[in-house]
Protein backbone atom coordinates (compact mmCIF):
# COMPACT_ATOMS: atom_id res chain seq x y z
CA UNK A 1 0.00 0.00 0.00
CA UNK A 2 1.36 3.37 -0.54
CA UNK A 3 1.41 6.08 1.84
CA UNK A 4 0.41 9.29 1.36
CA UNK A 5 3.29 11.82 0.52
CA UNK A 6 5.32 9.10 -1.01
CA UNK A 7 6.31 8.06 -4.55
CA UNK A 8 5.70 4.91 -6.20
CA UNK A 9 8.63 2.73 -7.06
CA UNK A 10 6.80 2.82 -10.63
CA UNK A 11 7.48 6.93 -10.70
CA UNK A 12 10.57 6.86 -9.87
CA UNK A 13 11.37 4.47 -12.59
CA UNK A 14 9.60 6.64 -15.31
CA UNK A 15 11.91 9.74 -13.59
CA UNK A 16 15.35 7.74 -14.31
CA UNK A 17 13.91 6.26 -17.73
CA UNK A 18 13.54 9.71 -18.51
CA UNK A 19 16.52 10.54 -17.54
CA UNK A 20 18.52 7.82 -19.05
CA UNK A 21 16.65 9.24 -22.86
CA UNK A 22 18.02 12.64 -22.20
CA UNK A 23 21.38 11.49 -21.47
CA UNK A 24 21.44 9.42 -24.39
CA UNK A 25 20.40 12.58 -26.71
CA UNK A 26 22.60 15.25 -24.39
CA UNK A 27 25.63 13.12 -25.90
CA UNK A 28 25.47 13.08 -28.81
CA UNK A 29 24.52 16.64 -29.12
CA UNK A 30 27.75 17.69 -26.68
CA UNK A 31 30.38 15.50 -28.61
CA UNK A 32 28.96 17.56 -31.92
CA UNK A 33 29.70 20.58 -30.31
CA UNK A 34 32.64 19.89 -28.70
CA UNK A 35 34.29 18.44 -32.51
CA UNK A 36 33.16 21.25 -33.91
CA UNK A 37 35.89 23.69 -32.71
CA UNK A 38 37.94 20.95 -33.12
CA UNK A 39 41.34 20.73 -35.39
CA UNK A 40 40.89 18.73 -38.79
CA UNK A 41 43.52 16.29 -37.55
CA UNK A 42 43.21 15.95 -34.28
CA UNK A 43 39.36 14.91 -35.03
CA UNK A 44 40.69 12.07 -37.02
CA UNK A 45 43.01 11.08 -34.27
CA UNK A 46 41.02 10.59 -31.40
CA UNK A 47 37.70 11.04 -29.97
CA UNK A 48 35.66 14.23 -28.94
CA UNK A 49 35.75 12.32 -25.55
CA UNK A 50 39.42 12.79 -25.49
CA UNK A 51 39.73 16.53 -26.80
CA UNK A 52 41.24 17.61 -23.66
CA UNK A 53 44.28 15.55 -24.08
CA UNK A 54 47.39 15.68 -26.41
CA UNK A 55 47.38 13.78 -29.40
CA UNK A 56 49.75 11.06 -30.66
CA UNK A 57 50.03 12.62 -34.12
CA UNK A 58 52.41 11.84 -36.81
CA UNK A 59 54.27 14.61 -38.82
CA UNK A 60 57.22 15.58 -41.19
CA UNK A 61 59.56 17.84 -41.77
CA UNK A 62 62.52 18.44 -43.88
CA UNK A 63 66.55 19.12 -42.65
CA UNK A 64 67.78 22.46 -43.70
CA UNK A 65 70.49 21.55 -46.38
CA UNK A 66 71.42 25.39 -45.79
CA UNK A 67 72.75 24.28 -42.10
CA UNK A 68 74.95 21.86 -42.98
CA UNK A 69 78.80 21.90 -41.44
CA UNK A 70 81.69 20.02 -41.38
CA UNK A 71 82.49 17.77 -38.58
CA UNK A 72 85.73 16.00 -38.82
CA UNK A 73 85.39 13.22 -41.81
CA UNK A 74 81.38 14.25 -41.82
CA UNK A 75 78.49 16.40 -42.69
CA UNK A 76 76.42 16.94 -40.31
CA UNK A 77 72.65 18.91 -39.97
CA UNK A 78 71.54 19.61 -36.68
CA UNK A 79 68.03 21.32 -35.57
CA UNK A 80 64.60 20.90 -34.28
CA UNK A 81 61.85 19.05 -35.86
CA UNK A 82 59.25 21.26 -33.83
CA UNK A 83 60.93 24.26 -35.46
CA UNK A 84 60.15 23.82 -38.99
CA UNK A 85 57.05 25.75 -40.56
CA UNK A 86 55.18 22.94 -41.64
CA UNK A 87 54.55 22.25 -38.05
CA UNK A 88 54.68 25.89 -36.73
CA UNK A 89 50.97 25.87 -36.18
CA UNK A 90 50.69 22.37 -34.70
CA UNK A 91 52.99 23.19 -32.00
CA UNK A 92 53.21 26.37 -29.17
CA UNK A 93 56.90 27.98 -28.85
CA UNK A 94 58.37 24.85 -31.22
CA UNK A 95 57.77 22.78 -28.28
CA UNK A 96 56.55 19.17 -28.49
CA UNK A 97 57.38 15.25 -27.19
CA UNK A 98 58.62 12.80 -29.52
CA UNK A 99 57.21 9.47 -29.29
CA UNK A 100 59.04 7.85 -32.34
CA UNK A 101 60.60 8.95 -35.63
CA UNK A 102 61.13 7.17 -38.85
CA UNK A 103 62.92 7.52 -42.65
CA UNK A 104 59.77 6.27 -44.48
CA UNK A 105 56.05 7.56 -44.16
CA UNK A 106 54.98 3.89 -44.26
CA UNK A 107 56.49 3.45 -40.70
CA UNK A 108 56.82 7.36 -38.96
CA UNK A 109 57.63 6.11 -35.46
CA UNK A 110 59.61 2.72 -36.49
CA UNK A 111 62.50 3.96 -33.99
CA UNK A 112 62.31 5.09 -30.63
CA UNK A 113 63.74 8.91 -29.71
CA UNK A 114 67.66 8.64 -28.86
CA UNK A 115 68.33 5.68 -31.26
CA UNK A 116 70.51 6.17 -34.53
CA UNK A 117 68.87 5.17 -37.72
CA UNK A 118 70.26 4.47 -40.84
CA UNK A 119 69.19 6.57 -43.76
CA UNK A 120 68.64 5.38 -47.07
CA UNK A 121 71.02 7.49 -48.77
CA UNK A 122 73.74 6.86 -46.64
CA UNK A 123 74.21 8.22 -42.83
CA UNK A 124 72.60 8.47 -39.65
CA UNK A 125 69.53 10.15 -38.05
CA UNK A 126 69.13 10.29 -34.63
CA UNK A 127 65.60 12.47 -33.30
CA UNK A 128 65.68 13.22 -29.13
CA UNK A 129 62.66 13.30 -27.06
CA UNK A 130 62.59 17.12 -26.88
CA UNK A 131 62.80 17.04 -31.21
CA UNK A 132 66.39 17.63 -31.24
CA UNK A 133 68.20 15.76 -34.32
CA UNK A 134 71.62 15.03 -35.95
CA UNK A 135 71.39 13.67 -39.30
CA UNK A 136 75.44 12.80 -39.91
CA UNK A 137 77.22 11.78 -43.78
CA UNK A 138 79.91 11.28 -44.58
CA UNK A 139 79.00 12.60 -48.40
CA UNK A 140 77.69 16.06 -48.43
CA UNK A 141 73.44 15.96 -48.36
CA UNK A 142 73.54 18.57 -51.24
CA UNK A 143 70.45 20.86 -51.90
CA UNK A 144 68.42 19.14 -49.97
CA UNK A 145 68.61 17.97 -46.85
CA UNK A 146 66.96 14.08 -45.50
CA UNK A 147 63.03 14.28 -44.81
CA UNK A 148 62.36 13.37 -40.98
CA UNK A 149 58.93 11.77 -40.45
CA UNK A 150 58.38 11.72 -36.40
CA UNK A 151 55.29 10.61 -34.19
CA UNK A 152 54.78 13.50 -31.22
CA UNK A 153 52.13 14.42 -28.66
CA UNK A 154 49.84 17.06 -29.85
CA UNK A 155 48.58 19.55 -26.90
CA UNK A 156 44.79 19.77 -27.62
CA UNK A 157 43.64 22.67 -30.00
CA UNK A 158 40.74 23.96 -30.06
CA UNK A 159 40.03 26.98 -32.36
CA UNK A 160 36.97 29.17 -34.44
CA UNK A 161 38.55 27.70 -37.59
CA UNK A 162 35.54 26.07 -38.60
CA UNK A 163 32.64 28.94 -37.89
CA UNK A 164 34.72 31.01 -39.53
CA UNK A 165 34.87 28.39 -43.22
CA UNK A 166 31.29 27.94 -43.05
CA UNK A 167 30.15 31.34 -42.21
CA UNK A 168 33.00 33.02 -44.63
CA UNK A 169 31.90 30.30 -47.38
CA UNK A 170 30.75 31.85 -50.80
CA UNK A 171 27.27 32.78 -51.18
CA UNK A 172 26.41 31.54 -47.77
CA UNK A 173 23.93 34.36 -47.21
CA UNK A 174 22.25 33.27 -50.49
CA UNK A 175 21.96 29.87 -49.14
CA UNK A 176 20.39 31.24 -45.72
CA UNK A 177 18.06 33.08 -47.79
CA UNK A 178 17.48 30.19 -50.29
CA UNK A 179 16.65 28.23 -47.30
CA UNK A 180 14.15 30.59 -45.95
CA UNK A 181 12.48 30.93 -49.41
CA UNK A 182 11.87 27.37 -49.80
CA UNK A 183 11.15 26.62 -46.02
CA UNK A 184 8.43 29.46 -45.68
CA UNK A 185 5.99 28.83 -47.88
CA UNK A 186 6.23 24.77 -47.40
CA UNK A 187 5.09 25.21 -44.01
CA UNK A 188 2.30 27.31 -44.66
CA UNK A 189 0.81 25.64 -47.85
CA UNK A 190 0.27 22.42 -46.30
CA UNK A 191 -1.37 23.70 -43.33
CA UNK A 192 -3.85 25.69 -45.36
CA UNK A 193 -4.74 22.92 -47.59
CA UNK A 194 -4.46 20.47 -44.76
CA UNK A 195 -6.72 22.58 -42.73
CA UNK A 196 -9.37 22.89 -45.25
CA UNK A 197 -9.26 19.28 -45.79
CA UNK A 198 -9.12 18.10 -42.40
CA UNK A 199 -12.72 20.02 -41.54
CA UNK A 200 -14.25 18.45 -44.19
CA UNK A 201 -13.25 15.26 -42.78
CA UNK A 202 -14.33 16.08 -39.36
CA UNK A 203 -17.12 17.69 -39.57
CA UNK A 204 -18.80 17.25 -43.42
CA UNK A 205 -21.03 14.48 -44.54
CA UNK A 206 -20.26 13.23 -47.91
CA UNK A 207 -19.72 10.17 -49.55
CA UNK A 208 -16.52 8.27 -49.81
CA UNK A 209 -15.41 10.15 -46.63
CA UNK A 210 -14.46 6.62 -44.68
CA UNK A 211 -12.03 5.89 -47.65
CA UNK A 212 -10.24 9.25 -48.29
CA UNK A 213 -9.51 8.92 -44.19
CA UNK A 214 -8.03 5.66 -44.94
CA UNK A 215 -6.26 6.85 -48.08
CA UNK A 216 -4.39 9.74 -46.09
CA UNK A 217 -3.86 6.71 -43.52
CA UNK A 218 -1.83 4.82 -45.85
CA UNK A 219 -0.25 7.63 -47.75
CA UNK A 220 1.77 8.30 -44.34
CA UNK A 221 3.72 4.58 -45.00
CA UNK A 222 4.57 5.44 -48.96
CA UNK A 223 8.75 6.37 -48.90
CA UNK A 224 9.04 9.64 -50.44
CA UNK A 225 11.71 8.37 -52.10
CA UNK A 226 9.46 6.36 -54.90
CA UNK A 227 8.10 9.45 -55.55
CA UNK A 228 11.04 11.47 -56.43
CA UNK A 229 11.81 10.52 -60.02
CA UNK A 230 7.81 10.47 -61.44
CA UNK A 231 7.12 13.86 -59.65
CA UNK A 232 10.32 15.23 -61.22
CA UNK A 233 8.73 13.66 -64.91
CA UNK A 234 5.20 15.21 -63.79
CA UNK A 235 7.13 18.73 -63.04
CA UNK A 236 8.78 19.27 -66.59
CA UNK A 237 5.84 17.80 -68.46
CA UNK A 238 3.91 20.76 -66.71
CA UNK A 239 6.26 23.11 -67.15
CA UNK A 240 7.53 23.50 -63.63
CA UNK A 241 10.61 21.66 -64.12
CA UNK A 242 13.50 22.37 -61.23
CA UNK A 243 12.48 25.58 -59.83
CA UNK A 244 11.40 26.97 -56.24
CA UNK A 245 7.99 26.37 -57.10
CA UNK A 246 8.96 22.91 -57.84
CA UNK A 247 10.04 22.63 -54.48
CA UNK A 248 7.10 23.73 -52.91
CA UNK A 249 4.63 21.52 -54.65
CA UNK A 250 7.17 18.52 -53.82
CA UNK A 251 6.99 19.65 -49.87
CA UNK A 252 3.21 20.19 -49.83
CA UNK A 253 2.57 16.76 -51.13
CA UNK A 254 4.91 15.08 -49.29
CA UNK A 255 3.97 16.90 -45.72
CA UNK A 256 -0.16 16.84 -46.52
CA UNK A 257 -0.79 13.78 -45.53
CA UNK A 258 0.69 13.88 -41.85
CA UNK A 259 -1.02 17.60 -41.75
CA UNK A 260 -4.28 15.80 -42.88
CA UNK A 261 -4.23 13.31 -40.45
CA UNK A 262 -3.22 15.80 -37.01
CA UNK A 263 -5.61 18.31 -37.96
CA UNK A 264 -8.36 15.97 -38.88
CA UNK A 265 -7.77 13.90 -35.20
CA UNK A 266 -7.67 17.52 -33.53
CA UNK A 267 -10.52 18.99 -34.99
CA UNK A 268 -12.31 15.66 -34.78
CA UNK A 269 -12.29 15.73 -30.71
CA UNK A 270 -13.48 19.32 -30.50
CA UNK A 271 -16.91 19.58 -28.47
CA UNK A 272 -20.10 19.10 -31.27
CA UNK A 273 -22.06 21.02 -28.68
CA UNK A 274 -19.88 24.00 -30.39
CA UNK A 275 -20.16 23.13 -34.08
CA UNK A 276 -24.17 22.58 -33.63
CA UNK A 277 -25.14 25.62 -31.52
CA UNK A 278 -23.19 27.23 -34.81
CA UNK A 279 -24.95 25.63 -37.41
CA UNK A 280 -28.43 26.20 -35.54
CA UNK A 281 -27.59 30.13 -35.00
CA UNK A 282 -26.99 30.07 -39.29
CA UNK A 283 -23.16 29.76 -39.80
CA UNK A 284 -22.23 28.38 -42.88
CA UNK A 285 -19.17 25.82 -42.83
CA UNK A 286 -16.90 28.29 -44.00
CA UNK A 287 -17.65 30.64 -40.90
CA UNK A 288 -17.82 27.81 -38.49
CA UNK A 289 -14.57 26.48 -39.73
CA UNK A 290 -12.80 30.11 -39.66
CA UNK A 291 -14.56 31.02 -36.74
CA UNK A 292 -14.79 28.58 -34.26
CA UNK A 293 -12.44 25.34 -35.67
CA UNK A 294 -9.45 27.45 -36.64
CA UNK A 295 -8.67 29.27 -33.56
CA UNK A 296 -9.40 26.39 -31.06
CA UNK A 297 -7.37 24.26 -33.04
CA UNK A 298 -3.82 26.32 -33.24
CA UNK A 299 -2.18 23.79 -31.02
CA UNK A 300 -2.67 20.88 -33.82
CA UNK A 301 -1.59 23.39 -36.36
CA UNK A 302 1.70 24.62 -34.06
CA UNK A 303 2.31 21.27 -33.95
CA UNK A 304 2.58 20.17 -37.28
CA UNK A 305 4.36 23.91 -38.17
CA UNK A 306 7.51 22.67 -36.04
CA UNK A 307 7.99 19.31 -37.99
CA UNK A 308 7.02 20.32 -41.29
CA UNK A 309 9.53 23.49 -40.63
CA UNK A 310 12.18 20.83 -39.48
CA UNK A 311 12.18 18.71 -42.15
CA UNK A 312 12.42 21.33 -44.90
CA UNK A 313 14.77 23.41 -42.83
CA UNK A 314 17.23 20.52 -42.24
CA UNK A 315 15.54 18.44 -45.75
CA UNK A 316 18.66 17.59 -48.65
CA UNK A 317 17.65 15.04 -50.90
CA UNK A 318 14.33 16.93 -52.02
CA UNK A 319 16.50 19.89 -52.73
CA UNK A 320 19.09 18.30 -54.55
CA UNK A 321 16.16 17.27 -56.97
CA UNK A 322 13.63 19.63 -57.35
CA UNK A 323 16.27 22.58 -57.50
CA UNK A 324 18.78 23.32 -59.75
CA UNK A 325 22.27 22.81 -59.13
CA UNK A 326 23.57 26.45 -59.77
CA UNK A 327 25.35 28.36 -56.85
CA UNK A 328 22.16 30.75 -56.91
CA UNK A 329 19.79 28.22 -56.31
CA UNK A 330 21.29 26.44 -53.27
CA UNK A 331 19.92 25.85 -49.70
CA UNK A 332 22.06 25.62 -47.05
CA UNK A 333 22.45 22.05 -46.66
CA UNK A 334 23.09 21.41 -50.53
CA UNK A 335 25.99 24.23 -50.21
CA UNK A 336 27.45 22.54 -46.83
CA UNK A 337 27.38 19.20 -48.69
CA UNK A 338 28.55 20.26 -51.77
CA UNK A 339 31.27 23.62 -51.20
CA UNK A 340 32.56 22.66 -48.18
CA UNK A 341 32.69 19.15 -47.37
CA UNK A 342 33.95 17.63 -50.48
CA UNK A 343 33.03 14.98 -52.41
CA UNK A 344 34.46 12.31 -49.75
CA UNK A 345 32.47 14.28 -46.72
CA UNK A 346 35.21 13.72 -44.25
CA UNK A 347 35.60 16.99 -43.11
CA UNK A 348 33.88 16.52 -39.33
CA UNK A 349 34.78 20.18 -37.79
CA UNK A 350 33.50 21.04 -41.20
CA UNK A 351 30.13 19.63 -40.55
CA UNK A 352 30.07 19.70 -37.10
CA UNK A 353 30.09 23.30 -36.98
CA UNK A 354 27.61 23.89 -40.00
CA UNK A 355 24.81 21.65 -38.08
CA UNK A 356 25.04 24.13 -35.30
CA UNK A 357 25.04 27.21 -37.46
CA UNK A 358 22.00 25.66 -39.44
CA UNK A 359 20.09 24.63 -36.29
CA UNK A 360 19.58 28.27 -35.13
CA UNK A 361 16.57 29.24 -36.81
CA UNK A 362 14.80 25.96 -36.43
CA UNK A 363 15.52 25.94 -32.50
CA UNK A 364 13.90 29.06 -32.54
CA UNK A 365 10.90 28.41 -34.25
CA UNK A 366 11.03 25.25 -31.56
CA UNK A 367 11.42 26.87 -28.37
CA UNK A 368 8.39 29.37 -29.67
CA UNK A 369 5.92 26.60 -30.58
CA UNK A 370 7.09 24.04 -28.46
CA UNK A 371 4.07 24.93 -25.45
CA UNK A 372 1.50 23.66 -28.03
CA UNK A 373 3.77 20.16 -29.22
CA UNK A 374 1.99 18.21 -26.95
CA UNK A 375 -1.56 19.04 -26.85
CA UNK A 376 -1.17 19.07 -30.95
CA UNK A 377 0.60 15.55 -30.65
CA UNK A 378 -2.43 13.96 -28.57
CA UNK A 379 -5.08 15.49 -30.49
CA UNK A 380 -7.33 12.53 -30.65
CA UNK A 381 -6.06 10.32 -28.61
CA UNK A 382 -8.85 10.38 -25.64
CA UNK A 383 -12.27 10.98 -26.07
Not at 40 to 47: E, P, V
Not at 251 to 261: D, E, N
Amino acid sequence: MQVAGQKSRLAWAVHLSVAALVVLWIIPTVGLLISSFRDRDQISASGWWQSPLAVEQTYRTRADAGAERQEGGLYVIEGNVFAGEENADAFAAARGTVTGFGITGRAPAAFAPGSEAELRGGGTLTVAQDGAFRAAASDSFGRRGPTIYFEAETPPRFTLENYSRVLGADQMNLAFINTLTVTVPATVIPILIAAFAAYALAWMEFPGRGLLIAAVVGLLVVPLQLALVPLLSLHFKVGVGQSFLGIWMAHTGFGLPLAVYLLRNYMAGLPRDIIESARVDGATDFQIFTRIVLPLSFPALASFAIFQFLWVWNDLLVAKVFLPSTDEAKVMTVKIADDLLGSRGGDWGILAAAAFISIAVPLLVFFTLQRYLVRGLLAGSVK
